[in-house]
């Protein structure tokens, strides 16, 4: 499992486990366009290939993160 930050404030989870990758990243990552093509070129470069995804299953899941108070 590799974690890499694609800015102060996020966090993104990569998990391989055979040719399948799920990435854990931020739903404001996974829904505008431009930050999610930044945070796809990170991902394809940790896998080993920046330029395509062609032997992986790739995986996207959303996490929010709250802080509960007492």
């Known amino acids: ?3 890499a930050a694609i800015s102060e404030r996020a966090e ?3 998990r391989v486990t ?3 990758a799920t990435i854990s990243a931020p739903r404001d990552y996974l ?3 431009k930050k999610f ?3 796809q070129e990170l991902v394809l ?3 080993g290939c920046p330029n395509c995804h062609s032997g992986f299953d790739l995986r996207w899941r959303q996490f929010d993160r709250e802080i509960l108070g007492r």
């Open 18 to 20: 055979g040719s399948r």
């Open 45 to 47: 470069g940790k896998l």
């Open 12 to 14: 993104v989870t990569i």
């Open 31 to 33: 829904y505008d366009f």
């Open 1 to 3: 499992m590799s974690t």
């Open 37 to 39: 093509n930044k945070l």
